[in-house]
């Protein structure tokens, strides 16, 4: 496979390697360069968090209400999920 830098700075991905890694358009990349060459990789959408720093969240927002099936739960991201389509944001 074969591509073109633009005058832009802009690189085509083929539509291949677009679809084997699911990247649509709106997909944030990371650049890194390599001693072999540039690599691309899908930015993560979070920061990394720690085991005590999701346990200090826990602790000072305590949920009091009745616990959330997975069900429940799954809905709830999807629709998260369709709004943020529905916006534009991936």
């Known amino acids: 496979m074969e591509t073109t830098l633009s005058s832009k700075g802009q690189v085509v991905l083929p539509l291949s390697v677009r679809q084997n890694r699911k990247w649509e358009p709106g997909t944030r990349l990371i650049v890194e360069e ?15 968090t720690t085991f005590d720093e999701l346990m200090a969240i826990l602790e000072k927002n305590k949920y009091k209400g009745k616990p959330k099936t997975l069900a429940e739960m799954d809905e709830a991201i999807a629709i998260g999920v369709r709004d943020r389509h529905a916006r534009g944001r991936y």
């Open 34 to 48: 390599t001693e072999e060459g540039v690599l691309l990789r899908p930015a993560k959408p979070f920061p990394p």
